[in-house]
Structures are given as structure tokens and as C-alpha cells.
């Protein structure tokens, strides 16, 4: 019974090609059309989980096949599909549909408590080639420590497709730069090949007397052309003008406030160490947020309770902090990445008592946070 059990589980997870193979025998051998209603949408989405259900081994294979009308059913099993191979079959097949609106419902799904859904996760974002799932991929590399059913890592898989992202993401820039330098190339011929007829059209007028340019080719000579040529005679060099440096546009403050206590975390994650602590009523300004915008990086702003405090990581006096503490932006805050600018923004001083700043204090002064949760 146990190796029934282990050759069943192999066939259904370790090769899921052997499902799709399947598919297509059964498709080819029926005589039924395709049907792409709502009805038989949800009867597939059904199947996807019961290993019992008679469309089970096709299920993957006909909603790819359906395409777009089956995107949002299958978002939806993914994001709360029960049981779970529902989800795991949900994500394999939003790899193989390659649709941009998926990424975000894959990134939640990296997340997913079963170590398989968030391996089939990390497979179709390395089919979609989405760069915004490069922060949370980088997480499950280095932190993720689950295996598959059949023994795959999942940090490994995410290692690899974060390889794979960087390695087009290079390719990308390598094609651009050899069309733009193509593209340099063939500007500098054509204009020495201009160049070169003119000069030649001058000289063959010059033998036959004539210092006029006809009329004819007068609209397609260069104006310096028509001018007789300079004498050679001496002339001083002038002096270029140097050209002011532009100062630079300072990015704009975002400011919102903290609704209630809470925690700051060094990174956006419950799991994430402590570093400081907000106050009711603090002023707050936006850095960025994560992919999900679940989670803000945020620097205290000049009105503040003494008690709150940010301890400094690297000279940035920044944290995270969940999105349900603090109250909405004035504005849109970028996505964090790792060329993200830390630099620290000094809003403008306002009317109201500002508190001495906390960030000089001792940290085993500050209150301890109210709650481990946030």
C-alpha cells in the first residue's frame, strides 16, 4: 500500500507534464467541442482538486486551452482553493497562460502554508519573467525551507528563476545597446555617403565653370554646402561657455499619520525584527511600500510623541510598518527595490510642538510594542 501510495504521488506532482500528455490524448480521442461557458469553467476548476473527478488528469490542459475567460476563476482557487491541490494545479496553469494580471495572486501565493503550492508559485512567475516578483522571490531564496511532496526545495527554485530574471533582464539591455549602436552606425554612413556626393557634384560643376548650384538639387543640399568655401585663414578659438549644473528636483514628501501604536520592523514582514515605534497621532513619511502594499517604509516626521523611535540601520532612520496602522498616503509611494534611494527627507518645519528627536535616544528607553502581531 505504501509504494501504491508513493507511485501515485509521483505521478501526480513530480511530473506534471505526464497530466498535460494525458489531456491531450483525451482531447484528441473526443469528439466533443470545446466549451468555454461559465458552467464548465467552474465543473474544470472543480476537477482541479479531486483526484476522483473524470476531468481530473485533463482539468490543467482544457483551462489553458479556455485561455482568458478562465484567468479569474483561477486567480480566485488560488488564492483561497481548498484542498490544496487545487491551488497547486491553479498556479501551474497561470504559468502556462503567461497573463501580467496573475503575478500579483502568484506573489500571495509564495506565502501559501503548503510547501508544494508555493514551489508550482515559484515556477510560473520564472514563466511569466514579472520583475516584481523579484522581492519576495529573493525572500522564499533565503528564507523558505520547505521541500515538495517529491523532494524538491523550494528556495532553490526560487534561486533559479531569480537567476533566470536576471539573466533576461541583461539580454534585454545587451539587444538595445547593439540596435542603438546599429542604429549610430548606419547614421554616420548615410551622412558621410551625403557628404561625399556633394563634395563630388561641387567638383564636377568647378570644370565646367559654373559656381552656381542648380536649382534642382538646391533643396537637397545642406546650406553650409552652398557657400563658397572659406579662405584658410586663422581664427581664434573661443572659449566655450560652461553650462550651469541643473540642481536637482528633490522627490516629493508624502506624509500620512499613525492611527494607532505599533511596531516598525526591519523589513515588511511579522516576522521581521522589532526596531521602533509609532504613536497614535505621529506624523509619518511614506518611502515606498512592497509589491503588495501591505506594508509601508516609513521615517518619523517632526510631530511625533517622545516615546516613538526608529533605531537607525545603516544611518537610515526607516522601517516598515503594516499598511492598517497608518493612515492613506497624499500621494503615490514608489515600490521599494534594491537601487531605492534611503536618503533622509527633512519635511518642513510646521507650527505645531515638535517632540526632541527620538532617533537620539537610547532604544531600552523607548515603550515596548504593544502587540507581536503587527
Known sequence: MD?????????????????????????????????????????????????????????????????????????????????????????????????????????????????????????????????????????????????????????????STLDHLRAKSAVGQTIELVKTAITAVLMILALVLALSFFEQLRDELATIGRTDIPENVVGVIPPTLLTPLPTATATPEATPTPRPIPTPTPPPILLGTALQIGNVRRSPSLDAIVIGLVNENDEVIFRARDVSGEWYLIQLGNRRSVDSFIEAQDGVNAGWVSSSLLSTPNGTVPVFDEDFDLTPLKPDADSSETADDPNDADPADAVTPFSPSQ
Open 3 to 159: 509504494q501504491l501510495q508513493f507511485l501515485t504521488r509521483r505521478f501526480t506532482f513530480q511530473e506534471p507534464h505526464v497530466a498535460g500528455a494525458t489531456a491531450r490524448r483525451t482531447r484528441s480521442n473526443g469528439t466533443r467541442a470545446l466549451e468555454t461557458s461559465p458552467e464548465r469553467i467552474q465543473q474544470l476548476i472543480q476537477a482541479l482538486g479531486d483526484p476522483q473527478h473524470p476531468d481530473h488528469a485533463a482539468s490543467v490542459e482544457l483551462l489553458i486551452q479556455i485561455g482568458k475567460p478562465a484567468l479569474p476563476y483561477l486567480i480566485e482557487t488560488l488564492n483561497t482553493g481548498e484542498p490544496w491541490l487545487a491551488a497547486y494545479r491553479s498556479a501551474e496553469a497561470l504559468g502556462y497562460l503567461a497573463d501580467g494580471r496573475s503575478t500579483g495572486a502568484l506573489i500571495r501565493a509564495l506565502r501559501h502554508p503548503n510547501s508544494n503550492v508555493r514551489w508550482s508559485a515559484v515556477r510560473s512567475l520564472s514563466m511569466l519573467g514579472d520583475f516584481r516578483a523579484v522581492f519576495e522571490l529573493r525572500r522564499v531564496a533565503n528564507e523558505d525551507v520547505g521541500r515538495t511532496s517529491w523532494g524538491e526545495s523550494v528556495a532553490s527554485a526560487a534561486q
